[in-house]
């Protein structure tokens, strides 16, 4: 845990960088010797120096504390800077901030994860979690979609996953070349390919549009408002709830979030000007 205040970066070491897709890097950030513990679904404050900072979920095994892990497509300014950054470079560091996934909700129930483009990386930590107690678990399903087969992130991991058939993996791409084996069309599509229980739990984060269509789904499917999470990641600035820049109805995405019950939004999910 950062100890230096919560509104201080603390300089962390890149050790290791992994190219996902054209504009997606992934993060090996080095901790030293101090354990840094988080939570699925957390999120840090990654700063550029020089140049400025932004909220970035953590996409890493929690089970190891001396790194942080954080995915990062370059989309301005801040990303951009980040996703360059060389090996050995130094970056600023502030949190885990945010609400988790509420895994021991899920203990015992069937979940469904469902990812939409960069919305794998904040639940990937999740399915670790899920693997390392698999027997707490009933079935897991994990459906991701993005835009081309290149785009798909964590490709020999979700291959592993699909191998040892502890997780049933689907996936989609909204357009494939020739010899693409998987789906093709929004991931929305993929929950007619699954069994939901009266015990499925869902976990959703990608772009809102395709959470909307998917919490109708789920919906449709007669999984309640009440078991269905979405991460909510919008706008944060300060990470604290001190600038309001995030406010969403009476509630603050930094620290009430990101992690809502879809019973918490749905007032809100469906206005356009929110």
């Not at 001396?66 to 800077?81: F, K, M, N, Q």
């Not at 069937?110 to 960069?118: E, H, I, K, N």
């Not at 944060?236 to 879809?262: E, N, T, W």
Request: charged share 20%.
């Amino acid at each position: 845990m950062n100890t230096a205040g919560p509104m201080t970066p603390r300089p962390v070491v890149v050790r290791n960088i992994h190219i996902e897709s054209d504009d997606v890097v992934t993060l090996d950030l080095a901790t030293e010797s101090e354990a840094w513990s988080f939570q699925p679904g957390q999120f840090n404050m990654l700063y550029a120096f020089g140049v400025g900072e932004v909220p970035v979920s953590m996409s890493g095994d929690p089970s190891q504390t001396d790194r942080l892990v954080h995915t990062i497509r370059s989309v301005g300014a801040v990303t951009e800077a980040l996703c360059r950054t060389p090996l050995g470079g130094v970056v600023g560091l502030r949190g885990p901030f945010g609400t988790p996934w509420p895994m021991d909700t899920v203990r015992g129930r069937d979940l469904v994860v469902v990812a939409g483009g960069l919305g794998l990386a904040p639940l990937r930590p999740v399915l670790y979690d899920v693997l390392r107690y698999r027997s707490d678990y009933g079935r897991i399903s994990l459906l991701a979609g993005a835009r081309t087969p290149e785009d798909l992130l964590f490709k020999r991991e979700v291959e592993r996953w699909k191998q040892q058939a502890a997780i049933d993996v689907h996936l989609s791409v909204d357009r494939a070349p020739a010899g693409w084996n998987g789906q093709v069309g929004v991931v929305t599509s993929l929950l007619s390919s699954i069994d939901i229980s009266a015990q499925t739990v869902a976990f959703v984060c990608g772009p809102e549009v395709m959470m909307r269509f998917t919490v109708r789904e789920l919906q449709r499917r007669r999984v309640p408002a009440e078991r269905i999470y979405l991460s909510m990641e919008r706008n944060m600035k300060c990470a604290v709830g001190f600038c309001g820049h995030c406010q969403l109805g009476p509630s603050f995405v930094c620290k009430d979030g990101p992690i809502f019950r879809y019973e918490q939004l749905k007032s809100l999910f469906w206005l356009p000007e929110i």
